[in-house]
């Protein structure tokens, strides 16, 4: 055999070995070895090649009157980008420099995928951590990275989560009326829709604007304008009243919340808690401020009434000592404002060592975004408890697409890749910021009432 069939025979046979491949190794395109794991890995085996974040900015807006905060994450990826709630309503103006110019700097350059990474460097990176503005900033970026991840992974969040173990969440929606009359009558109009968990309310927080009562610092010019008051005798005695007259009116089977919002002295709520045990509230939230956490050794032992807690703890740490002890039984973190899905989940996960259950802060001041999140998180845990419902005006729909939707009392969200929802900045810019809020309230004589 001449040296012309030998060297045949060798192309013959590396092309045997590796089709077109083959003949790339043998032409110098890529490596026999490169060819052969070209060929023989398929897709879903291969790494995903890397993807750089190339700016982080904030998007502002109130269509529903609360300014919403959202982090956008830009990636080295054409057309891939994240979204992340940050809202931080009272000192939104702050949280949107924090990110523009912070959180940016921070970011730009780094591997979208290492959220765990890029979550304990910007955790640390400022020095001095756990301050609410900081905290929000970090919630929104975040929840964008995992939003990232989700689209990456052609997945909804949740399945990045461990995937459903429930069909849909369960939530609970707020009754209000300045009396208890007019809070029975929104409660049967709540059940009507579908709602099996109500919180009731008679006036605000605290019953603030149930009563006609002039307070005193008013009359003397103390404090603001627009300060509220608050009238803690009445409202101690009306609660009772108010459980009474909705399981007169509305039955046994309904659910019942109630939010003492921090509003009075400890040992008031507590008296107050014991004399609604005869009414089985689903839970009572926020019974004490985050300045009175030993308070609830005693509360514990004094009534067997479900407690939730936790929506103004700014570091996930303050949950480790309560959860410990079983002091509480709902976990009421305000997802936006912890720092993101990442520590939320950590938290939730604790939980369930504890029989602690979730029951994420969900109110009107929460952007869809930072909604979503809550609702991907709670079709993952298994010791969920319950979740906030929300509702969403036309203005709000204009501006965000893909929000979590209400059906029956429960939540659903986007099934589609990450966390479902997106916004439109062109209409999101037609609805300003402002910079004020107003949670002053005061006793009678003037002093304030921590929230």
Known sequence: MNKIDVSRRETVKKIGLGGSAGLLGLFGG??????????????????????????????????????????????????????????????????????????????????????????????????????????????????????????????????????????????????????????????????????????????????????????????????????????????LKSIPKLFEAVRKGCGDDIELLHDIHERVQPMDAINMIKKLEEYRPFFIEDPFSPENMKWFKQLRTSTSVPIAMGELFNNINEFVEPMVNQWFDYIRIHVSQIGGITPAMKVARLGEWFNIKTAWHGPGDVSPVGHSAHAHIDLAVWNFGIQEAVSFNEKTLSVFSGCPTMKDGYMSVNEVPGIGVDINEKEAAKYPITTKSNWQVRKFDGTIIRP
């Open 30 to 235: 890529i490596s026999n070895a490169q060819a052969r794991e070209e060929k023989e890995t398929p897709w879903y085996a291969k790494a995903m090649k890397p993807v750089k974040i190339t700016g982080v900015r904030a998007i502002a807006t109130a269509p529903q009157g609360s300014n919403l905060i959202v982090v956008k994450v830009e990636t080295s990826e054409p057309g891939l980008y994240g979204l992340g709630c940050a809202t931080f309503t009272q000192r939104a103006a702050t949280v949107i420099v924090a990110i523009n110019t912070y959180l940016n700097e921070f970011c730009v350059g780094k591997d979208v995928d290492n959220i765990e990474d890029m979550w304990q460097a910007a955790y640390v990176s400022s020095y001095w951590r756990n301050g609410p503005v900081l905290n929000n900033a970090l919630s929104g970026l975040d929840q964008a990275l995992w939003d990232i991840k989700g689209k990456r992974a052609g997945m909804p969040l949740y399945q990045l989560l461990g995937g459903k173990v429930r069909f849909a969440i369960p939530c609970y929606t707020h009754a209000n009326g300045n009396t208890p009359e007019a809070t029975v009558e929104s409660v049967k109009s709540i059940m009507e829709r579908g709602f099996k968990y109500i919180r009731i309310q008679q006036g605000g927080y605290g019953a603030v604007g149930s009563t006609e009562q002039k307070p005193d610092f008013k009359a003397a010019g103390f404090g603001g304008e627009g300060d509220n008051y608050m009238n803690e005798r009445t409202y």
